[in-house]
């Protein structure tokens, strides 16, 4: 049986002006790799709500699974959730399951539970909580959607409870061998490679380093026996 | 005059199975900033043809500008060129200055011109080449694509092509102020700075390190006076 598919969509003007370098892309790509869940496109959009509405429809439509990362916080660039709400047409309003934690975080912190941060108990009609172990302003699925924060440490503790709730398939295995030779010269040679083994996926990504063209060529699927077998092929063609 | 509008296409498995940490996005951003050009949004697919067709058609309908990165290596895997010709319905083949570039370069490296490598000479009729200082092969712009390799050194040296090719706007300003408090502190403050500057755009990136919450708030737009007078406002808000 296929994978389930997935989607990420990052939502923030920092990324896109350069400001920040996204982080949770690659974390979350390598844990749905190991979950065995495919991830087929990621996307980042700015802090626009017509831009978040169209991605999250059109993502949520076309794959088993979105995860969105960023825009969740109290401060008025934080349109994420009344965002995911427009998109399925679902009312949003402060929840009292997210405004017990809420209550219960602050009087243990001793800060105040003012208005912004009471924003961060908005929750869609319908949605699940997710936990939040790191600062306690809950995430939320709703239909396939998968709304976290942005921060990476609250992210990916995010991760680590919606993982578990998912299906997953068989993790994609994936074995590499580094070459010192150009792309160029072995890129028949993978041709030939990829024909007799349909069932796997050979990438081949070269490097420049110290004046020295090379190239990792990385042979991925599901099944560990047809892995190695193609691997040893590439090694024993790669001596002659 | 609204700056131009531009998304980035970022092709490659390596970046969603998390294999690879894209480096490419980052960099672009930054440059594009500098150069008054708006990144509106960023895309990753696979190396799969109808995705980066489809990809590239919505992309270049809807931004002035699109810029790739990845697959225009001689490898099986390499299929940029080809999709890019595809979605524009225009014809692609070997093109003789693309492959007068090849092999002078070859000549020059003593290396063979093989089947593989003569694919990197591959140019969709009309395309204009990019060039490429560090390894030869050509990257190229048709319409309002610009088609980039993957290697990172490679892609920033034809993003220092294609840019002084591209009439750019404004530079976004920017100045940024590190609070140590939590977001939900100076949230309201910062909904009414953003009310009084509706012509800026302000952001706050929350921070969480040692176990202290703060904030980052940057204040963007094009005119350096307005942003001065919003960080100083902001500044003796933040001291009351």
Chains 1, 2 share one sequence.
Not at 11 to 32: H, Q, V, W
Not at 69 to 91: K, L, M, Q, Y
Not at 154 to 170: D, K, N, Q, R, Y
């Amino acid at each position: 049986m296929a994978n389930p598919t997935a989607a990420m969509l990052v939502i923030g003007d920092e990324i896109l002006s350069g400001r920040t370098r996204d982080a949770n892309m690659n974390y979350l790509a390598k844990e749905l790799t190991k979950h065995g869940v495919d991830l087929r496109e990621a996307r980042v959009v700015s802090d626009d709500a017509a831009a978040i509405e169209r991605a999250v429809r059109e993502l949520s439509t076309t794959y088993d699974h979105v995860f969105t990362s960023g825009g969740i916080g109290p401060t008025h660039d934080d349109i994420t959730a009344d965002c995911i709400a427009r998109a399925f047409d679902t009312p949003i309003d402060v929840r009292d399951d997210a405004r017990a934690l809420l209550e219960e975080h602050y009087r243990r912190t001793g800060l105040e539970l003012n208005a912004a941060r009471l924003r961060m108990a908005r929750i869609p009609d319908g949605a699940k909580l997710i936990e939040n172990p790191v600062s306690t302003a809950p995430g939320f699925t709703i239909e396939n959607v998968h709304v976290m924060a942005g921060v990476p440490a609250v992210f990916e503790a995010m991760v680590a409870s919606v993982l578990p709730t998912i299906t997953g398939g068989a993790p994609l295995l994936s074995q590499s061998l580094r070459v010192n030779r150009g792309e160029g010269d072995i890129a028949s040679l993978l041709t030939d490679l990829a024909g007799d083994f349909p069932d796997l996926s050979i990438g081949c990504y070269p490097f420049q380093k110290d004046g020295i063209f090379g190239a990792n060529i990385v042979v991925r699927g599901r099944d560990g026996a047809r892995v190695d077998a193609a691997v040893t092929r590439l090694s024993r063609d790669l001596e002659q």
